[in-house]
Every structure is written in structure tokens, then in C-alpha cells.
């Protein structure tokens, strides 16, 4: 029997898959394909680490482990749902719900002081941040809207805030001692274990990472971020932020840079609170606050005092806000800045939202304005820059004649920054930090640092950039578009990519195909021209890129980067199919709680569904896999078309009434078929009793909204009450069972 991994994952997507799973399997079960769900949500990976901890029912297998394992068999086929890459503030938090829940988990040691605890700390680390998609990602990334997605936003095109000339809103990023500004990078010519060291000021060595083995060709890079420039650059940069009365926000990457971007995060909350920080510093050290989590930690744990003291450091909290700038919301209702989570105000998500407004942000009255964001590490910032100098000068996109910008994406193998986090240290001392071959004692790379400087090491195997290159070229032949490789040549590490570009071009047929190199700045501004004259144009970039282009191009031209097909051909055979560019929406369980109304689109399900079929369909020969892609890829353009996406409002089809649309559809399509006989004869019946039974479905399932729901829990909810929750139709529940 052929097998697809559908992943369990959390929130908004997890809810979903509910609703969504029982009618897969239903449909697949027909072609012989058997769906099995895999659990990598947060809860299940953090009781997955500590089964010492728990009775023997309470224990979980290690899913992740066993999908990354999975991901070297040419057989794998992986269905992936976002997942949330936690905070520590979300990561305790399902640590607590768990225990409340009688799992009993070792808490967050905030502080690890003994042995014991640092071991817990570390293996908690393992479930922070970005730690499922490094994982799975073992091949290179390409997503792009489908022609039915871009011409259905075409014909309904989403809103668009407007662009004056006159917008003060602008990046602002460090000129130097940033990451840009201090990066080496080298291609080695041989395999090599390297150590990474700092080499005291008084002559003795501090061994950070003992050894790195790595690979013949692979791309290797030293850089790091000056403490003393990066507050020096927060303090102006708040300065000139007051003086010209826009909101000041902070835009990170904190859960897939996990170790550099708190950090980078911290010093700007400390800078704008330097103050109260000045007076209050010690206190906040001696109750462990560490706000490289975010302010909601330090609002949490100063709950621990003593009601004068609170209130004492509340109010020198606010008398730093009279002299610093208004700060962007999050959440103006309920007070929520963007210095409240590192988590809360992610780049790849929060840049294009504020684009898409005309350039503006929320402000703690609940009013828009112009606004200066905030990217320190300058590396990637200035497209941004050049995406609004366009915007200011052509005025905003048009959805309904605008190009599309499809993505190839080196991300193989923990290509780039996303394979730096155990290799990202924050200076203990002054001294040079170098990377040391451990057999022949060589110094490869070399710099000096600072106390309190961020440094690290990235390293980018040669097989993947390979791959990369094989995949943008196949990418421009199949859908005959010019390909611009985002490179820029005074960027060492890029430097070395374009001599690796160059060199694996030749290795295929090109002829014919408009492939270009351009650095970041100049590739923004060429594809963008294209862009508005309606024109397409592949992006080919590293890592970073890559997770910024796919959701920037997406939020403009479909209003959300959820209706993205997004594909990773594993590099060993197998396939994984991602659903959609987004995450996992946690504002949409707010809704269904409160409301009982999931407004999560599944486009990106349908997608990653069919492509997976069809995959499986060549792979095993399976003919009936095919008829049912087939039939799934008209079924969702029919969706599209009628307009059976769920809607925001609650009443109105949500989640499960789309997802009952799109049985039908799919269920017509398999009826019209004449491939298949068989598959004809058992679908007819069924799209006959969903059709006659339509309305008094769709009633049964905007009737049950409106009121709030229970699902006990929000990282383990109740499995049952929340299938209960998803699946309130028994008419449509016994008309699936009956396939
Ligand atoms: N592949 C992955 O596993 C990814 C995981 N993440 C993780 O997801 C979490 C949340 O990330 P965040 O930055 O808030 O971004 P999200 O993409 O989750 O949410 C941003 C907004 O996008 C809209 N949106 C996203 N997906 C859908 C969908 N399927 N249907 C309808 N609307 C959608 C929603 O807008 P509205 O509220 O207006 O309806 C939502 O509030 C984080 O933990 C992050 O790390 C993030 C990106 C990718
Ligand atoms: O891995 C993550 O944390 C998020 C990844 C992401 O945003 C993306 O793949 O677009
Ligand atoms: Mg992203």
C-alpha cells in the first residue's frame, strides 16, 4: 500500500487536519493510499525528550527524529503543516500546560545552575525556535502561486492600503559592524574538522565548538555583530525616530535565528528602557528576567513582588516611554507592544503586512501610522528599502495586473544561518575568534571580538547548492521564465555562491533561458519593474531570502502567502509537501474559541495534497493516485471559483464549510472521470448525497457557530471535544464514512 505522512503540527493548522484528515483518507483509502498522521506539534516534541519523566502511557515516540529519518528514503512522501517555532514564553507555557495536565515535566530552568538543570535547559533548547523545518527541509524549496491562485486573485483582488510620496515610513539598518559588514567566508579545499575557539586577550584559548566535521567544496563563514555599534545604532535610530513622530518597531527573526535574534532583540529593549534598566538592573538579574524573551516576562515575574515595588518599576518603566518613541502594536486592544515577544513581530510575516497597509503600523490607539522599521543586521534590510522607495514613486501594487515572483530556495541540508544556531555564541570576553582545523592546527578564518558580541559560523554543503542550481534551471525551462540569481558580490559568502553559480550552470542545458546574477538591491529593483508591468520573474536566493521573498511577493499579490504551493523535492528522492509559506496563525484559535468560527484558509492543504498524490502516483505507478490528483486539482480551482474559502466572519463557511466544498467538488470530479471506472462507480453516489444534502449541511455547520467552545487546551487540547468542535455535522461525518 502506498503511504503519504500527514504531520500533526499545532494551532490554527492543527485544528484544521480535524476536520480536514478524515475526508483524505477516506478519498485515498480508494487509490489504495493509506494517510498515517505523524505528531510534531510543540507538546508532543517536548514529552517526546523527557520520557523519564513520565508513566509509561504518558510517553510519546520521537516522530521528529523518525521524519528526518524518513526524509533519506527515495519513498518518502510528507505532507507538512506549519508548526509553531516556540518562544520561551510559548515553550513554558506548554511546559506548564502539560504538567497541569498531569505530565511531570521538569520546569524551564530560566537560569540553569546546576548540572542538572543546564542538561534540562539544553534539552528543552531542542523544541525552541525553528527545530521541526531545518529538520525535514532536506532538500531545497520551491514555492510559487499556481495559475489558478494568481488568476483567482487576479479577478478578486484584496485590499491595498494606499502609498503617498510623502511617507515618512523607511528602513533603518546598521552601516557597520553588523553581520554584513565583518563576514568572511572561504570554499575549502579539502574535508576538514575545524574547532571554534577564542583566543584570550591574556594568551589562553576558550574552546567554544570542538569540533565541526566538514565536507569537501562546502561554503564556511565567520561573522559577527558589535555589541557597542548595535546600541549605538538603537540609540540614534530612537532618537530620530522621536524627532520625526513615527511609530519605532523592531522587525527579527527571533524563532529562526533563535540564538542571534533575542540577543539582537534584548539590547533593543534594554536600549529604549535604559533607565529603568539603569536604576533596576541588578533586581531584574536577581529574579532571573531576561528580556531577550520579551517585556511580557519581566511584567510576569515582577508579579512576584511586592505591590509597592511593582508598582515602582511599572512607573519607571513608563517614564522611559515620555523621552523614547511611540512603539508599533501588536495588539492595541489589549496593549501588547512589539517589544512584548520576540516572537510576536517576525520579518518574513510583519514587513509585507506593513507594506501591504501603504507603510503603516498600529498604534496604541488603535490608529495607523507611518512608522521606522527597524532591521539592524543590514544583510537582507535594504530590499525592503528599495521594495518602498518603488512603492513611493509608483504607488502601491495592483493585484489585478501584477506579476508573480516565484521562489527557489537554498535551504538543503541546513544550508546558511538555518545550520549557525550551535554554532552562535555571545562573547564572554575580548579576543579573536577564529576557526581552527583541529589536525593541522591551520587558522582559517580570524576576527576580533568584543565582550558581548554576537559571533558565528554558517556552513553550506556543496551537494545542496548543486541541487539549488539544478532546481531554478528546471524551474526556468518548465515555466519558461527568466531566473535572477539575489547575489551580491561584496558579500563574501555570496562571492563565493556566484563562483559556485557560474561553475554549475554549465552543467546543464541553459539554452534559451534568461538566467541572471544581480545582487539583492538590483535584483528588488529589476523584478519589481517586471513586476508591475505584469511580468513574471523567478527569485533563486539563499536561506533568508527565501523565507522573506515567499511570504513578501505572496501577502501582495494573494493577500497570503497560506495559497502558496510550496514543494521540497527531498534530494535523496522523496518528496515533502509543505502547505503553504505561512505559520500557524495563533489569532485564528483566539477566534474559534471565542466564537467557534476557524477562518484558517486549507488552500495550502489542497495543494500540497494534490502535488503529494501526484508524486506518489509516478513514484508507485499508481494510476488511481493520479485520478484522484487529477480530480483534486479541478476540484479546488472550482472551490476558487465559487468562492467556498472560508470567510472571516463568524456565521458565515469557515474552515469546515470549505472543507465540506471541496469534498463535493472533488467527489463530482472523480463522478465525471471516465479514466477510472471503479473509482466512477463508488464516487457517483457520494457526490449525489453531498450535493442533495448542501444546504442542510452548510446550516448545520454555521449553525454551531456563534457561541464560544472548550477545547481544554491549547497546546494539548482534548482531542476528542476538539474533533467534536471540527466535526459537527453527523450527516457529513456518516457520508464520508460510508466511502
Ligand atoms: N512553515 C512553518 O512551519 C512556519 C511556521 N511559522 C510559525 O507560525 C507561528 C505564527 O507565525 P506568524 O508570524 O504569526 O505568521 P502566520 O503566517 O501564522 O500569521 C500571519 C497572518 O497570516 C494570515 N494567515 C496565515 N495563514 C493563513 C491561512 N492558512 N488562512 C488564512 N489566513 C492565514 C492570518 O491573517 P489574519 O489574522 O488576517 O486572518 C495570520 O494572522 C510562529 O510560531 C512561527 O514561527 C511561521 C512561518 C512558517
Ligand atoms: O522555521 C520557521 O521557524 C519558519 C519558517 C518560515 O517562516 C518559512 O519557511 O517560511
Ligand atoms: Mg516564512
Request: aromatic letters at 8%; charged letters at 25%.
Amino acid at each position: 500500500m502506498s503511504k503519504i505522512i500527514y504531520t500533526k503540527t499545532d494551532e490554527a493548522p492543527a485544528l484544521a487536519t480535524l476536520s480536514f484528515l478524515p475526508i483524505v483518507k477516506a478519498f485515498t483509502n480508494t487509490a489504495g493510499v493509506s494517510v498515517d498522521i505523524s505528531d510534531i506539534s510543540v507538546a508532543a516534541r517536548v514529552l517526546a525528550e523527557f520520557p523519564e519523566y513520565l508513566t509509561e502511557e504518558q510517553r510519546v515516540p520521537d516522530n521528529l527524529a523518525e521524519l528526518g529519518r524518513l526524509t533519506q528514503d527515495p519513498n518518502a512522501n510528507i505532507i507538512k503543516l506549519p508548526n509553531i517555532s516556540a518562544s520561551v514564553q510559548q515553550l513554558k507555557a506548554a511546559i506548564k500546560e502539560l504538567q497541569s495536565k498531569g505530565y511531570a515535566l521538569p520546569d524551564f530552568p530560566d537560569e540553569p545552575k546546576t548540572e542538572e538543570e543546564e542538561n534540562i535547559r539544553k534539552r528543552y533548547g531542542k523544541a525552541l525556535g525553528s527545530s521541526v523545518n531545518p529538520v525535514l527541509r532536506e532538500g531545497n524549496s520551491d514555492r510559487r502561486a499556481p495559475k489558478a491562485v494568481k488568476n483567482y486573485a487576479r479577478k478578486h483582488p484584496h485590499s491595498m492600503g494606499e502609498w503617498k510620496q510623502w511617507s515618512s515610513t523607511h528602513v533603518s539598518h546598521m552601516h557597520s559592524g553588523d553581520f554584513y559588514d565583518g563576514e568572511q567566508s572561504m570554499t575549502l579545499d579539502k574535508a576538514r574538522t575545524v574547532r571554534m575557539e577564542l583566543l584570550l586577550e591574556d594568551g589562553t584559548t576558550k574552546v567554544l565548538k570542538p569540533e565541526i566535521a566538514l565536507l569537501d567544496k562546502e561554503v564556511i563563514d565567520l561573522m559577527f555583530m558589535s555589541k557597542k555599534a548595535l546600541l549605538e545604532f538603537y540609540e540614534r535610530e530612537m532618537e530620530d525616530c522621536r524627532e520625526a513622530g513615527i511609530l519605532f518597531s523592531l522587525h527579527v527573526k527571533a524563532t529562526m535565528m533563535k540564538v542571534s535574534h533575542p540577543i539582537v532583540f534584548g539590547h533593543a529593549v534594554r536600549t529604549y528602557y535604559k533607565d529603568a534598566f539603569q536604576k533596576h538592573g541588578a533586581l531584574f538579574d536577581e529574579l532571573g528576567i531576561n528580556v531577550n524573551n520579551g517585556m511580557a516576562s519581566l511584567y510576569d515575574k515582577i508579579k512576584e513582588l511586592p505591590t509597592s515595588l511593582q508598582e515602582e518599576i511599572e512607573r519607571d518603566l513608563h517614564a522611559c516611554q515620555v523621552h523614547r518613541p511611540r512603539l508599533a502594536m501588536v495588539d492595541s486592544s489589549k496593549g501588547i507592544t512589539n517589544f512584548h515577544s520576540p516572537s510576536d513581530v517576525i520579518v518574513d510575516a510583519s514587513m509585507p503586512a506593513m507594506i501591504r497597509s501603504g507603510g503603516k503600523m498600529w498604534g496604541a490607539d488603535g490608529k495607523m501610522y507611518d512608522c521606522k522599521a527597524v532591521m539592524p543586521e543590514s544583510t537582507f534590510a535594504r530590499i525592503y528599502q528599495e521594495m518602498i522607495n518603488f512603492c513611493k514613486w509608483h504607488g502601491n501594487f495592483d493585484p489585478t495586473t501584477m506579476g508573480t515572483v516565484p521562489n527557489v530556495g537554498l535551504m538543503a541540508q541546513k544550508a546558511e544561518e538555518y545550520g549557525s544556531h550551535d554554532k552562535t555564541f555571545e562573547s564572554s570576553d575580548a579576543g579573536i575568534a577564529r576557526i581552527v582545523d583541529v589536525d593541522t592546527g591551520e587558522v582559517l578564518m580570524e576576527q576580533a571580538v568584543e565582550k558581548g558580541d554576537i559571533w558565528r559560523m554558517c556552513q553550506t554543503k556543496d551537494a545542496p547548492i548543486q541541487d539549488w542550481v539544478k532546481l531554478a534551471v528546471r524551474r526556468a525551462r518548465e515555466s519558461d521564465t527568466p531566473v535572477v540569481f539575489w547575489l551580491d558580490p561584496y558579500r563574501p559568502h555570496e562571492n563565493e555562491l556566484i563562483k559556485k553559480v557560474k561553475m554549475y550552470l554549465k552543467d546543464h542545458d541553459t539554452d534559451g533561458l534568461h538566467i541572471e546574477i544581480m545582487s539583492q538591491v538590483r535584483a528588488m529593483r529589476y523584478t519589481l519593474e517586471r513586476v508591475a508591468r505584469g511580468l513574471d520573474t523567478i527569485s533563486a536566493t539563499g536561506n533568508i531570502l527565501r523565507d522573506y521573498l515567499t511570504d513578501l511577493f505572496p501577502i501582495l499579490e494573494l493577500g497570503t502567502s497560506a495559497k502558496m504551493l510550496s514543494v521540497v523535492p527531498l534530494m535523496k528522492g522523496g518528496g515533502l509537501f509543505e502547505t503553504g509559506a505561512g505559520g500557524s496563525a495563533p489569532k485564528h484559535v483566539e477566534q474559534l474559541v471565542e466564537e467557534n468560527h476557524l477562518r484558517w484558509d486549507s488552500l495550502g492543504e489542497f495543494l500540497a495534497l494534490t502535488e503529494s498524490l501526484e508524486h506518489l502516483a509516478k513514484n508507485d505507478n499508481n494510476a488511481k493516485a493520479q485520478v484522484l490528483a487529477d480530480a483534486l486539482d479541478k476540484a479546488t480551482e472550482k472551490l476558487l471559483i465559487n468562492n467556498k474559502s472560508p470567510s472571516r466572519k463568524t456565521g458565515e463557511i469557515d474552515n469546515r464549510g470549505s472543507h465540506f466544498y471541496l469534498a463535493m467538488y472533488w467527489a463530482e470530479e472523480l463522478a465525471a472521470q471516465d479514466k477510472d471506472s471503479e473509482l466512477k462507480a463508488q464516487f457517483t453516489p457520494l457526490a449525489e448525497q453531498l450535493q442533495r444534502d448542501e444546504a442542510a449541511i452548510i446550516k448545520e455547520l454555521n449553525d454551531a457557530q456563534g457561541k464560544s467552545v472548550d477545547i481544554k487546551g491549547y497546546y494539548l487540547a482534548d482531542e476528542k471535544l476538539a474533533e467534536q468542535v471540527m466535526r459537527p455535522s453527523t450527516s457529513f461525518n456518516e457520508a464520508i464514512a460510508s466511502l
